[in-house]
């Protein structure tokens, strides 16, 4: 069992910057793949970045350049660093995490098992 808490979401003007952290709580092994998705209203749930097990991360062609993914172990959290943000970045964003998820998959909601209640984040043009 996984517990994931998203914190940090907000508003910001196009051009802002926000940091998303996931916090993870139960078991820890449970979520040695984490990763990040969105989903604004009408679409449908998009990954953003993920990192795997052995800190190789993952990106969506739209954030490449703009976010970073990290993860402190020893706090098992998550983060998501958003640099130059535009308004089609406005959504829900959802922590998700796993045992183990193949690379090539990190970018697929459905191949994690634990996701968080999501954090709002709006950007104002």
């Known amino acids: 069992q996984v517990k994931l808490v998203e914190s940090g979401g907000g508003s910001v003007q196009t051009g802002g910057s926000l940091r998303l952290s996931c916090e993870a709580s139960?078991?820890?092994?449970?979520?040695?793949?984490m990763a990040w998705f969105r989903q604004a209203p009408g679409t449908e749930r998009e990954g953003v970045a993920a990192i795997l097990s052995d800190d190789n991360t993952r990106y969506a062609d739209s954030v490449k350049g703009r976010f970073t993914i990290s993860k402190d172990h020893a706090k098992n959290t998550l983060y998501l660093q958003m640099n130059s943000l535009k308004p089609e970045d406005t959504a829900m964003y959802y922590c998700?995490?796993?045992?183990?998820?193949?690379?090539?998959?990190?970018?697929?909601?459905?191949?994690?098992?634990?996701w968080g209640q999501g954090t709002q984040v709006t950007v104002s043009s």
């Open positions: 998700a995490a796993d045992h183990l998820v193949a690379g090539a998959l990190a970018l697929f909601d459905e191949e994690y098992s634990w």
């Open positions: 139960g078991n820890s092994a449970s979520s040695g793949c």
